[in-house]
């Protein structure tokens, strides 16, 4: 799938074997069958405006039928590849097992830094991506930074660290990009001039942080202690949502402490919660519910919550 810069337009395409298997060009120009196409043949299929959510299935379901359900296959069909402004990630949960895809936070994070004059510089020679998944956002970064010559992508998940290895190592090789399974909250003392981290933000009673959406141990301390891991004039770029106000304020209170000098807002967006395990369970919405969860039907969906894409930058 493709999306515009301004996260208004998606485009959903065919690729490779879908072509063949999904919308029926098997057979060549001689009348011979054809079994398999290479990925880099790729078929338009539809567009969805204003979507919400990169699975949007309340929009996909208002396509006409025939549309619809090739849209579905389509998303059932792996791998998925999600490009934007020019970057572009693959991953398959058969292969990467627990990634989070890039996801509608991912590009939203990704627009945020693309519209905020002072973040994509050139004067950026080192970056880490702190809880990197499919490794989207350390590419968008190391593709925006002509200079950069350093990038870090690191996840508690080593499926994660397979697939970022294999969307970013292509575009500079290990000398430039470095993948490792680590905590993102027990970094060496080592500096860069963007730490970029779009962590779990999702609270739960007694979470034990082992899943890529709940949790915000490292959200917490990448606002509390980020300072520490940047440069003079670096900055720390960051995912929050609604969902997790009072620890985010907390957080940034005990930052201020610390060297803290400034927190800017540089991108916001309302979404729905579409996360299956934690919508069925009726104790975790309703903790969600007194947390800052918004129970409103609105665009087929039920659940929303606002993310911000803060900019911290210090003393
Ligand atoms: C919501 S996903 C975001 C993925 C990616 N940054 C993106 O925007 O598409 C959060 C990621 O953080 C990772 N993660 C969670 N806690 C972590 C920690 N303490 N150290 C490193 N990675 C962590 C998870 O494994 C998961 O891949």
Redesign the pocket.
């Known amino acids: 799938m493709k999306v515009s810069p301004d996260l208004k337009r998606q485009e959903i395409w065919a690729e490779g074997n879908e072509l063949v298997t999904i919308l029926g060009r098997n057979v060549d120009e001689n009348g011979r069958r054809i079994h398999k196409r290479p990925y880099s043949e790729k078929e338009f299929v539809a567009e969805i405006m204003e979507p919400v959510l990169l699975t949007d299935i309340h929009a996909i379901s208002q396509l006409e039928p025939t549309k619809r359900d090739t849209v579905f296959a389509l998303y059932g069909s792996y791998p998925r590849t999600v490009e934007y402004d020019g970057v572009s990630a693959a991953w398959d949960p058969k292969v990467h097992i627990d ?5 509608v ?2 590009l939203a ?1 990704a627009n945020a830094m693309r519209t905020t004059e002072g973040v994509l510089t050139e004067d950026v020679i080192s970056a880490i ?6 490794g ?2 350390g590419k968008y970064v190391l593709h925006k930074c002509k200079n950069l010559q350093e990038l870090h992508l ?4 080593p499926y ?1 660290i397979k697939c970022a290895e294999e969307n970013v190592k292509p575009l500079r090789g290990s000398q430039v990009v470095k993948c490792y399974e ?4 027990k970094l060496s003392g080592k500096k860069f001039d963007r730490i970029i ?5 999702v609270p739960r009673p007694k979470s034990i ?1 082992d ?3 709940e ?1 915000v ?2 959200l917490y301390d990448m606002i509390v202690y980020g300072g520490r891991y940047v440069n003079r004039n670096g900055m720390v770029i960051l ?1 929050t949502s609604s969902l997790c106000e009072k620890i985010k304020n907390e957080a940034i209170e005990e930052a201020r402490t610390k060297g803290l000098k400034s927190v800017d807002v540089i991108g916001r967006k309302r979404v729905p919660l579409k996360v299956n395990p934690i919508l069925n369970n009726k104790e975790w919405v309703s903790y969600l519910l007194n947390a800052g969860l918004e129970k409103q039907n609105e665009n087929g969906y039920e659940f929303w919550h606002e993310i911000n894409i803060l900019k911290l930058s210090y003393e």
């Open positions: 990634v989070w895809g890039p996801s936070d991912t994070f991506d702190i809880g990197t998944a499919s989207f956002l690191i996840d508690l998940n994660a680590v905590d993102g909250r981290c779009s962590p779990p933000y942080e899943n890529p959406y949790g141990g490292l995912t």
